[in-house]
Each structure stands twice: as structure tokens, then as C-alpha cells.
């Protein structure tokens, strides 16, 4: 029932992927994520360069033998990122997806593609899945205003923004935003994406590396209680 293209793409059982949490996507989350047979991504940027980085690899692919990824953030950052030493690092460990996010994959497309790993790329806007298509990725996840990290700026609702990202490309899409059990998976599937990428529902999670305190807090928090920070230096964060 849940074979789609990202299934096939991927080698996982299930289409569900954790989406990279900085700082808490770490081996023990991620290797949780996808011994259960969905795919758990290891955040490149939360390292401070790519031999700590390998050591995470290493550390992951001791707790599973099932496939996982890579993210590289592309974001501003305060400090020189070595995005290529990530990705090297990555390939060297044998790492065969990365996932890239937060701007365009543009000038990391040809070290990827050498390195023959499967490209995915994450992203709130119709045009910029198409661009990441035309670019050569296997795969784009496209996010509405409900996901947590960076929403884009246009306020669009997951439940828009699914659909229209579907009839604009032809590679596989992932849907994020929201969703957090089987009704948001099942409901995500039927508006033509053939997986879900989740980041907020994996917080909570026994393997999230984040304080019970706060993992406790986060369970009494209600619909309303989202605040987006940021909105006026044009980079908003839920
Ligand atoms: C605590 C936290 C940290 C995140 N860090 C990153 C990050 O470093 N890079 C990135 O591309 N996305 C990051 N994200 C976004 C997620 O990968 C994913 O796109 C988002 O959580 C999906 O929306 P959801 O939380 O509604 O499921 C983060 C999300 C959370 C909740």
C-alpha cells in the first residue's frame, strides 16, 4: 500500500522521513527513525566541520544498517560553512542520499551528481521545486506555512502548496508541514505526494536528544501557540 516512488528511490519500507532538526537529529534519532523503515537525515550543520560530521556517520551506521541521509542547510550563516568538505565527507563515509535545503543546490549539483548520490532538496515555493527539478535532484519536499524552521514568506498552507507542487513536477514529491500522525500522512498521499517528511512530530521522541523538560512542555502546547520570529529581516522561523 505505501510503495511510491520514494519507497523505491530511497530503499525504504515506509514513504515517512525525519525531517533535519539541528541538534537533535543525531545517531541515536536517526538510526530510531530508520531501522523502523522510514528514513532518518543527520543535520551536516550542526557539526562544527565535516570530520566531526563523520564521526556522527559513523556513529549512525553503527546503530543501522538501513539507509539514511545527510542535510546540508543552506542558509546565511554567521560563520564560513565548508559545505563541500560536508558533502565530501559524506560520500567518503558512504553516505548515498543528501538532502539539501534552506537555498538553492545549484553550486553543489555537479560534486553531488560526480559523487552519483540521490539528491533530495527541500522548499517552500512552486518555482523553486521546479528550479531544483530542472537542477537534476531525484526528489523535492515542498513545505507549507505550517512547518517549523523556515516557512518561506508567503503564508501558503501545506494543503496548498501539496497539490501544486505535484502537477509542477515530474519527479516524486514529499510533503511537510503539519503533519504529525496517520491522518496527516494518509491525507498528504492523497493529494498526490508520495511521502511525508515530518520535523516537529520526532521532538518528543524517547531518541530526541532534547530535555524531558522541554519534550514535556512541548506535549501541552496547543494549536495557537506557534509564533514565527524573524518575519522582518525577511527570514522567518517557526
Ligand atoms: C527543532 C527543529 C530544528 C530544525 N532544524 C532544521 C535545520 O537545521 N535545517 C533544515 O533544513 N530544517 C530544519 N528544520 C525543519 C524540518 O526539517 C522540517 O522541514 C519541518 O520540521 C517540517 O515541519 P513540521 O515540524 O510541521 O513537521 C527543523 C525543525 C525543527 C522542529
Known sequence: LFKTRITELLGIEYPIIAGPM????RAELISAVSNAGGLGILVATSHPGPKELREEIKKTRELTDKPFAVNVTLLPASRPIDY?????????????????SGRSPEPYMKLLKDAKVKIMHRATRTKDIQTAERLGVDAVTILGIEAAGHPGMEDVTSFLRIPLA?????IPVIAAGGIADAHGFVAALALGAEGVLMGTR?????????????KEWLLKLGAEDTILIQRSIRTPQG
Open 22 to 25: 539541528a541538534n537533535l537529529s
Open 84 to 100: 563541500e568538505g560536508f558533502i565530501n565527507a559524506s560520500v567518503e563515509e558512504g553516505v548515498n542520499i543528501i538532502e539539501t
Open 166 to 170: 505535484v502537477e509542477a513536477v515530474k
Open 202 to 214: 520526532f521532538m518528543a521522541c524517547q531518541e530526541c536528544p532534547m530535555h524531558q523538560n522541554a
